[in-house]
């Protein structure tokens, strides 16, 4: 079939090759660049085309449209079908095979007067892909003329967001060749359905958005791939033995099926959890299930079984609880017993979702593949990457790397992020997927300007460059003096982002907190090595404890002290506190119970250096109930066993405490103290029978265990 001739507008210019993004596999050494003539450009595609050849040339065009005029060049002839097609006949293509899923073949012959391009693909997306590489060779300086054979190492290469999107941004992620788009919806779980509209893209109802999905996927075909992500623990949790929660979440998987090719049920982050195992949401579920592991891959059989019955081509995947190997401590006894009993559970098929090592892996290697392999029963693994949640946040850059085989063993792979609801999140999912497609020749800045180009049409300017290097250095910056200073640099570029129509409100949301925090006044203390271990006694008696440094907590009518030393092993808190009034009762709680009817409770604030500036808080109460949490999900997966002695007297209290550093590694510190080494800290009492608040660093009363008020100790 022969299409109208478009419009190609060129000048006449000789050099500049073009680095198409995501890199092509294996291109062969430039041609040169010539014009060619707008009014001479043909297209001719097949007459059995696939479905996406008349959306890419109907790209091409749209992109032509944009390019600058020159009437004294070339003539083009494209020809664009399938490989094996009898439009190659007799051409350089005829014969040609292209086997691999997604490949697809470039070809330029330059006559003099003509240029004629074969384009080929292996299969819909191949064809597709060859215009999308061939787009970025059409460029205001000319077509460059490169021959080409490319294809992707991941097969299927989710990116994702928290709503669905639009016509138009499907069609984007087509031309990124970002072939796979995740709708994730995180919260009340119940509030999805068809006439439910989405808390982040409120304008339609779901059917709408999916009616969306529908007719993309019937004028591009296979162009995109949709996933619907369901986490059943957002909002009032799933109860598994209730009758009618499985059957809402199986009409909601149902409802989702027609318009998508996967689904995803998430057990993660908001899982019931206590005493370092997770548990069930009520007796109905402890009665009829072994533990939380079975229960979860019983309700995705259901889920599964609901599906494959209507809809046997929708994939089915799973997201357990204990999604990493080291983070979510899944050798442990109790997890070891969840992941296997999820693993005999599932269906064969079903693939388990983890996000390698830890929440956020830089690197996966093929030993740790095999450790959690082993723990689901050697289920086939699905990779959720966590970069987008790394260390240069919101400018997020692909730094990632895995094992050379895992593309082969998993095939696809979720690159979490959101989507398009940002500037510098569309960036990265093109930045990721560059990798995704050719790791071998990947490098994160070149990727990473280029993906820029590819987006805004014009080349990164340096003061993003330097922006994003800038949210790293305050990441990885622990003096309170230098990050303020790096922060009010990020700040000080607010005008350069806004003239170059660029995204920065997510930016000064990062930078800001980070300059006000230190730009707070806060006091500064020291921390002895103590020559001999305290004992813990509770009496104040023990010398150890006058090698301790004191701390005096706020000014107030009961005075309160705190004594502070370390040892290679642990961290030493003897806390003396003068009250008036006695509690009426002794009141036992469980372990983690809130304490916000304590009547005096002291609260241990800690921020030892780490990485993504996570703190832990430690309180105690007058009763010896003991309430602990940290920073990120699952903010109750912080149980650190410390030692701790309780006495009352008649006018205060002693409470004396051990915190080993390795309860708080993995979790809030990295390593343990030396001399030199800075933490911040806070030491708060809430005597709410005497109605007094006290800190050592100043703070606002309803802010007192806000880390951005913590003082600074340094070890000695």
Known sequence: ???????????????????????????????????????????????????????????????????????????????????????????????????????????????????????????????????????????????????????????????????????????????????????????????????????????????????EIRAFRERHGDLVDFMMMQNVYCGKRLDAANPEDMKLLIRQCLFAAPYVEEIMIQFDDFTPFNNDRFVFVSEGEKAKFKNPGEMHGWITRQVYEAVKKEFPKVAVSVCPAPYSLHNHNAQSPPNREYLASLGRELPEDVPVVWTGPAVESAKVTREEYRQ?????????????????????????????????????????????????SFFWSRLFAVNANDYLWNPQNYNAERSYAAGFRQITGREIPDFVTQTRRDIVAVKNTWDRAARGKIAERILNRKEEFRSGNLEFQRIERTAKPVFDECSVEFKKGTVPRLAAIPKLDASGSDPAWEKAEVYRLGTTNYPTTVRLGYTQESLFIQFRGQYGKAAAASKTLERDDKLDASGDVFTICLQPPLRNQRAGWIAIDRDGNLFDYKEWQPSENFNPAIRKTIQVFPEY?????????????????????????????????????????ATWSPAPEKEVINKKYFGTVTFQ
């Open 1 to 211: 079939m022969k299409l109208p001739a478009f419009l190609l507008l060129f000048p006449v210019f000789t050099c500049l090759a073009v680095e198409p993004i995501p890199q092509v596999r294996a291109p062969e050494a430039s041609l040169g660049v010539v014009a060619v003539n707008p009014a001479r450009f043909e297209t001719v595609t097949s007459a059995r085309p696939l479905p996406s050849s008349l959306p890419a040339v109907e790209m091409l065009k749209k992109h032509l449209q944009t390019l600058p005029p020159d009437d004294g060049g070339k003539k083009v002839k494209l020809y664009l079908a399938q490989a094996g097609d009898a439009l190659f006949a007799d051409t350089p293509l005829a014969g040609v095979k292209l086997e691999r899923p997604q490949e697809y073949l470039l070809r330029f012959e330059d006559s003099g007067e003509e240029v004629k391009i074969y384009a080929a693909g292996a299969d819909n997306r191949g064809l597709f892909y060859a215009a999308a590489t061939l787009k970025q060779l059409l460029s205001k300086e000319g077509l460059e003329l490169r021959n080409l054979r490319d294809y992707p190492e991941w097969t299927l290469r989710y990116t994702g967001g928290y709503n669905p999107i639009s016509t138009a941004q499907m069609e984007q992620l087509a031309q990124f060749k970002i072939n796979g788009f995740g709708i994730q919806h995180r919260y009340d779980w119940r509030k999805f359905g068809p006439d439910e509209r989405p808390l982040y893209a409120p304008k339609q109802t779901y059917r709408e958005w999916f009616e």
């Open 372 to 420: 959690y392999q082993e723990l689901v029963g050697g289920h086939r693994l699905y990779l959720w990457d966590n970069t987008s949640n790394m260390k240069s946040t919101p400018m997020e850059i692909w730094e990632t790397t895995f094992f050379p085989e895992m593309s082969r063993l998993d095939g696809r792979i979720y690159v979490n992020g959101h989507g398009f």
């Open 653 to 693: 209290w002693i409470l004396e405490v051990e915190i080993p550093f390795k309860e708080l590694a993995g979790h809030i510190m990295h390593d343990p103290p030396k001399s030199g080494s800075k933490w911040n800290l806070n030491f708060v009492r809430n005597n709410r029978l005497d109605g007094e608040i």
